[in-house]
């Protein structure tokens, strides 16, 4: 179902124009209410008059993630802080988190957008939705809650954990559609087998999934274990959370809310625009944003975009499944390594479990790199042999993908830790 077809479908030339409005006016008031952004635009020679084209987005400054931070806790904002009805954060591996805030019509655009996400992903009013993501500063728990209720659905907010009751959840009140991070998925789907709840016998169809990077292989995994439909939304605390971009029934790339927020793909190193189905950063600008408007936000995420024509009806722009993050690419022996692809390779080969860990160590300044893989139960207590050569095969296909010889250590099944939101794949010990 099209949530809002009038926005999601809009014709080009006249999505264009609104988009070139919107940006005029978020300039003008960035400019107008925040010294930050003055000095920056004044820095570059740019003032809000000289936004005449979309092309013009190309002049303005980018902001990173440490500018935002730098301005902690509430040095963006653009209305009285009376007007700010919400806060959410994301928190960086050291330091202070970003704080971002929300006006009552910035909920609502949210609630707006995350109702798209939740129909495209096959969810209609009067399903049961169960919101797996957490509740708090993260954006995943509220955001899917606020689209549930927009698109008048039943939410049941569970948050994360607490599995078993999950599993419970989901046969007592029937939930239809979930919402939780892949690993998170994952390890559900394993406590339920464990109970000898087959998700197939219940009514859950949807599993809505994001928050962390994930690959096709994963996906088709997921689907195939539990008889669901999974479906890749993505967004970023920075921006709004989730509700910039999700995948409709096509599974063929990700609708961007492109009404509200403007894409680029930049080369990261040069910063230069790239074209359509040009893989580099993502970077955004929020054109409706009122508290905490965003311009030219570098993501770190890495992806391209694509203005093709979908079979859906959408013409929203669609960008690709995220590969990985600028800050998250390895360089193992001078080779740049994304965990996706390690993940897509370790995924579908029979006899390994979805689960895993990338473990990177320095010896002798050499970098070593151990890809840790469960075995199914099934294997496990097989032969040695057949443990030897499962081995032998995930090494070579990884030698095969990524140009690179990685040890392999299989090991016993649900000894790697389950995550409840965010899966951590990578243990780097070099820098300790
Ligand atoms: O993860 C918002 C979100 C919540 C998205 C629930 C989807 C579902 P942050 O905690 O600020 O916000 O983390 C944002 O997570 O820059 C990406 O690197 C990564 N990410 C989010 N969604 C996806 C996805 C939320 N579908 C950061 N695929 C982003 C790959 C994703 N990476």
């Keep these: ?122 969810a209609e009013p009067g399903d049961v939705v ?46 239809r559609a979930i919402c939780c991070t892949p690993s998170y998925f994952l390890a559900l789907a394993e406590v339920a087998e464990e109970a000898g709840v087959d998700f197939r016998s219940t009514n859950l169809r949807i599993a809505i999934l994001g928050a962390e990077p994930w690959s096709d292989s994963m996906r088709r995994e997921i689907e195939k274990k539990s008889g669901v439909t999974a479906i890749d939304i993505y967004g970023l605390t920075e921006i709004i959370g989730p509700g910039v971009a999700s995948e409709c029934a096509e599974q063929d790339g990700l609708h961007i809310n492109e009404d509200h927020f403007l894409p680029e793909i930049i080369n990261p190193e040069t910063g230069e625009v790239l074209g359509d189905g040009e893989t580099g950063e993502l970077v955004i600008t929020t054109i409706t944003k009122e508290a905490t408007p965003v311009l030219r936000f570098r993501t770190r995420d890495i992806c391209s975009i694509t203005h093709e024509a979908c079979a859906c009806g959408r013409t929203l722009v669609r960008m690709s499944r995220v590969a990985g993050r600028t800050d998250d690419m390895l360089i193992i022996r001078g080779v740049n390594v994304f965990p996706s692809q390690i993940e897509s390779v370790l995924v579908g080969i029979e006899g390994a479990e979805p689960h895993y860990q990338i473990v990177i160590r320095r010896e002798k300044a050499l970098d070593d790199m151990e890809v840790q893989v469960e075995v199914s139960e099934k294997l496990f207590s097989d032969e040695i042999r057949g443990l030897e050569t499962l081995e032998a095969k995930i090494r070579d296909e990884l030698h095969s993908v990524l140009g690179l010889r990685v040890r392999v250590k299989l090991v016993e099944p649900r000894t790697i830790q389950r995550s409840m939101g965010k899966a951590k794949r990578v243990i780097d010990m070099r820098e300790q």
């Design 1 to 122: 179902m099209i949530w809002d077809e009038k926005h999601e479908c809009m014709e080009r030339g006249e999505l264009e124009a609104l988009q070139l409005e919107r940006l005029q006016a978020t300039v003008a008031k960035v400019y107008e209410k925040v010294p930050f952004y003055r000095k920056r635009l004044d820095k570059a020679g740019v003032a809000p008059g000289d936004i005449k084209s979309l092309a013009d987005l190309a002049r303005l400054p980018f902001t990173s993630k440490d500018n935002l931070r730098e301005n902690y806790p509430l040095g963006l904002l653009t209305v009285p802080q009376a007007e700010v009805l919400e806060i959410h954060g994301s928190s960086g591996t050291t330091g202070k988190p970003v704080i971002m805030a929300y006006t009552k019509q910035d909920i609502d655009t949210w609630s707006e957008v995350m109702a798209r996400t939740l129909a495209g992903a096959g």
């Design 130 to 175: 169960q919101n797996a993501y957490g509740y708090g500063l993260f954006t995943g728990g509220l955001g899917a809650h606020y689209g549930s209720l927009r698109l008048g659905a039943m939410v049941i907010p569970t948050s994360g954990g607490n599995s078993k009751r999950q599993v419970m959840m989901i046969q007592d009140l029937s939930s």
